[in-house]
């Protein structure tokens, strides 16, 4: 799955729009002529129609499918003037608000034959435009990711937290000799990386219970939703995003445990999956009219179905007679704060496909409530376990 053809012209239309090139053979990703030849008295705008001149001196230049998207950016500008960075930004192969609505504006002239409907992909050429069509709901930004994604970084992140997963439940099972409800054995819980809230000055712990999962049961569902939820999501939007709406997952479990099932341990990467899960999950419902990936009500219902199944499993073994007593069994809240955080958090971040996450008002809206949790979270566990008087299970 590395670098493939150029796409048709079906395919460049827009792709090519959002990714647009030098006017002539000699720029160098810079505009072609200084800016007082276009603004002369330096106002910061230029006269739409001193560009469409220009684009019509360089037509023989242009192809068609670019020249008709600029055209329309001209077009697009009822007052008769074009703010000249968003000309240079056009010019230096940037993608841009202009530009967007430009393609927007012209979108009635351009080929919009949609990506699934191009002859002649090969296998690695299909699977990418499925992922485009999965996860995002525009065609502009689906033909730009296909345009433009190499597999160069590869979804290393969510492949690499889950071969982490895997090794620890096998090395786990071989020194307990158990790997069918793990959480069962006496010595399971003295582990120095399962939270236990005997324990929770180790800050560690709030973050590495991941790597403890319940039994083979747990690791499979978890591992599951990983792989064909978060590799997606991760080839679009890249680990940073990813790991970020993955970790948030994490920690606001842990630390949901901590403040409402305040005796019970924590194993299990369920509030980081819950957290990319229900953010894709939400990000289709609101954008339903223009997800067109195929199978999207049954791919829907397969991730709610084992969301609902690991969920239940949790419930039950929460409540089920401990095996180590007065210890409870691993709480289930922190697939809770894993949800809270997908529809918030995550909702954003999938939302904003290469957009500047700080440029989203929403986004900062978000990232105080995590923070005032997480702050609110900390000072609880630090007070609210003396003052209430709590008593908690012996340490492991």
């Known amino acids: 799955m590395g670098e493939h053809p150029s796409p048709g012209p079906a395919v460049a239309a827009c792709a090519e729009a959002e990714r647009i090139e ?3 053979p000699e720029a160098d990703e810079r505009p072609p002529a200084a800016p007082e030849d276009f603004d002369p008295g330096n106002t910061g705008y230029i006269s739409a129609g001193k560009f469409r001149s220009l684009l019509e001196s360089h037509s023989s230049k242009l192809d068609p499918h670019k020249r008709e998207v600029l055209l329309a950016l001209a077009d697009s500008h009822a007052d008769g003037q074009i703010c000249y960075q968003d000309f240079v930004s056009l010019m230096s192969n940037k993608r841009s608000n202009s530009f967007r609505q430009a393609i927007l504006q012209g979108n009635r002239r351009l080929c919009s034959k949609a990506l699934l409907e191009e002859k002649g992909l090969n296998l690695s050429q299909r699977l990418i435009r ?7 709901p525009r065609e502009i930004d689906r033909k730009w990711y296909y345009d ?19 090794a620890f439940f096998l090395y786990n099972g071989v020194s307990l000799n158990q790997f069918v409800l ?7 819980l003295k582990n120095s990386l399962v939270y236990h809230p005997q324990l929770r000055a180790q800050a560690w712990r709030y973050l590495t219970y991941i790597f403890m999962h319940a039994g083979i049961e747990h690791l499979g569902l978890n591992v599951v939703l990983q792989l064909l939820v978060g590799v997606p999501l991760e080839m679009v939007h890249g680990a940073t995003r990813i790991a970020l709406v993955y970790v948030a997952g994490v920690v606001a479990g842990s630390l949901a445990v901590s403040v409402a099932d305040m005796t019970a341990p924590v194993v299990g990467s369920s509030g980081g999956v819950y957290a990319l899960v229900s953010a894709h999950l939400a990000n ?3 954008n339903w009219s223009g997800m067109k990936c195929q199978f999207k009500l049954l791919r829907m219902g397969v991730a709610l179905i084992c969301m609902s199944m690991e969920f239940g499993r949790a419930v039950w073994l929460r409540f089920h007679p ?12 922190a697939h809770l704060g894993g949800v809270a955080v997908g529809i918030t958090l995550g909702l954003v971040v999938l939302r904003n496909y290469e957009q500047r996450l700080q440029d989203q008002t929403l986004w900062w809206i978000f990232v105080a409530m995590y ?14 376990y003396t003052l209430l008087d709590l008593k908690l299970p012996p340490p492991p």
């Open 130 to 136: 499925h992922v485009a069509y999965e996860t995002l």
């Open 322 to 333: 401990s095996a180590y007593p007065p210890c409870p069994h691993p709480s289930f809240v």
């Open 182 to 188: 793990q959480v069962t054995h006496p010595r399971y």
């Open 22 to 24: 030098e006017l002539g």
């Open 284 to 286: 289709i419902v609101m």
């Open 371 to 384: 923070t005032i949790f997480v702050l609110f979270a900390v000072f609880w566990n630090i007070f609210a």
């Open 148 to 166: 433009s994604y190499t597999c160069c970084p590869p979804p290393w992140f969510m492949i690499t937290v889950t071969l982490l997963e895997v």
